[in-house]
């Protein structure tokens, strides 16, 4: 993994060394901190060769700055300041994170002249810092240490130490708590989704999920025996080509009041899908580790929410299998019964991820009785055709949890777009020999994936989020670089922070 960086909040401090990091909106004259970092009025000669503005995230580099004790002098725009948002800030930690290159120490002053700087814009400011700086470099046996930057774009393997200078630095302090709470949430969210699937199997995903008890989550595991018990035909059928058991973690934060109803999050685990019998070209195929991207995000989620002690019960339910070819698979026509009593015909084994889903909604539905299911899943690679790679599918039986959810979206900037549902999509999976199918074809695939999973929710308020362009092999930005990214930790725990904490 790459070196970490440390930060720390400051109301004054003078640069001795390292990385001297401003900022600077269009509208300010000169940058924050120009007098401490810059004690020889380089700034203005440089700026007007660069024909540098302080337009948003555009970046000034000045090498051995003359009269400044500062290595680096990296000035970061902001743009006009009346139009500067959470997610603008997020970004400029990252073009700050990625200016840091060799350095062991930094200085960030925040304060830009002319504007007031709030608590949560340095702890979204540091939280930015922090997305950027990870890279997944487990298995590299000669790591990078560039000062030019290296191959994911990112620090570099030493530690930093990064002291932000803002006036209110004790509220910015308590802020960042928070953030980095996030942080830790979408790394080991980026973590599982990168990590190959020769070393992550449900097993070990589940030994992964186990570790939230150190931060005061209850988790259950339950097994391949725990579940024939509960009648989980539907997830066990996808399990069944794989010598590599199933698992169902139950993961409860009990942050709230006891009499209040649970909120409840489901994520797809498929920790590698083959396809089954119905199996995937092999061009690809690797990427399919990252078939768990859903579990991934809901285990990532739960350790923000314990970790920042959030005021909410909260449950997260992730179904943990492989999906393999081998003799022991389920076959295309098959018939299988589901926890919920329905039989579903398997019309193409690589409609799986339903499957698993079915059995882990109506589980959480049944035991707990929450006030609203979300489900997470990299669930069609029709989602990517509808939507690309910049906006995550949203479906949903609730118009008040989608309006959420969106506003959500729209603040994190993990962005969704609402997509139809209704009874005429619910006919195509309609089957001639059980209560239905798996699969209808390639017409509105994302479509009726989500009729697919509205059958095991009852009336619950639910939405279904298909995340299979947004997981992985999203477009890297200024905040994440990474084949993995996370998506969904801030998504939902920027709902669950507005929306249901006391």
């Known amino acids: 993994m790459t070196g970490k960086i440390d930060i720390s909040f400051s109301k004054s401090h003078r640069v001795t060394e390292g990385v001297a990091i401003l900022l600077k909106t269009v509208e300010a004259e000169l940058p924050a901190g120009v007098a401490d970092a810059d004690p020889a009025g380089i700034y203005g000669r440089a700026a007007k060769v660069a024909k540098f503005t302080g337009k948003s995230m555009s970046v000034l580099d000045i090498v051995a700055p003359h009269g400044s004790e500062a290595d680096r002098m990296v000035v970061v725009g902001l743009g006009k300041a009346a139009a500067l948002t959470a997610h603008d800030w997020l970004k400029a930690g990252g073009k700050a994170a990625a200016a840091l290159k060799g350095a062991d ?17 340095a702890a979204d400011f540091a939280l930015g810092m922090l997305l950027r700086a990870y890279k997944f470099d487990t298995y590299k046996s000669k790591k990078k240490n560039d000062a030019n930057g290296d191959d994911e774009g990112n620090t570099n393997d030493k530690d930093v130490k990064v002291t932000i200078v803002t006036a209110d630095a004790s509220a910015a302090k308590k802020a960042f708590s928070d953030a980095e709470a996030v942080a830790e949430g ?35 595991i339950l097994g391949e025996k725990e579940m024939k018990k509960l009648g989980m035909g539907a997830l066990l059928g996808v399990a069944q080509g794989s010598v590599r058991p199933p698992r169902l973690v139950v993961m409860q934060w009990k942050g709230g009041k006891s009499k209040d109803k649970p909120i409840a999050f489901v994520g797809k685990g498929v920790v590698f899908d083959t396809g089954g019998i119905s199996i995937k070209p092999a061009a690809g195929m690797e990427e399919m580790k990252g078939d768990m991207g859903g579990a991934a995000a809901v285990t990532g989620l739960m350790h923000t929410l314990a970790a920042r002690k959030a005021k909410a ?81 949203l479906f949903s039986n609730d118009d008040a949890l989608s309006e959420k959810l969106l506003a959500a979206g729209l603040v994190t900037n993990e962005r969704l ?55 992985m092999a999203s477009p890297s930005d200024e905040i994440n670089q990474s084949w993995g990214s996370g998506f969904g930790v801030r998504l939902l725990d920027e709902l669950v922070r507005t929306n249901y904490e006391a």
Request: glycine residues 8%; charged residues 20%.
């Open 417 to 471: 777009w609402r997509l139809p549902m209704g009874k005429d999509y619910d006919k195509m999976i309609d089957s001639k020999f059980a209560d239905m199918k798996n699969s209808s074809g390639r017409h509105a695939g994302s479509i009726t994936a989500a009729q697919f999973l509205k059958r095991f929710v009852k009336d619950t308020p639910w939405a279904h989020l298909d995340i299979a362009g947004t997981a």
């Open 105 to 121: 120490k930094a200085t960030v002053y925040l304060d830009v002249l002319g504007l007031e700087i709030s608590p949560k814009a």
């Open 186 to 220: 979408v790394v080991l969210a980026r973590n599982l989704v990168n990590e190959p699937a020769n070393v992550l199997g449900p097993e070990e995903f589940a030994d992964t999920a186990k570790k939230l008890e150190a931060l005061g989550v209850d988790i259950e």
């Open 313 to 393: 019960n909260v449950v997260g339910i992730i179904g943990l299998v492989e999906n393999m070819p081998d003799g022991n698979a389920q076959r295309p026509g098959d018939i299988v019964t589901s926890m919920s009593g329905q039989t579903i015909e398997v019309i193409n084994t690589d409609a799986e991820g339903r499957l698993v889903l079915a059995d882990a909604l109506w589980y959480c539905n049944d035991r707990f009785k929450p006030e609203f299911m979300v489900n997470l899943a990299t669930l069609t690679g029709a989602v990517l055709v509808a939507l690309g790679n910049l906006h995550a599918g």
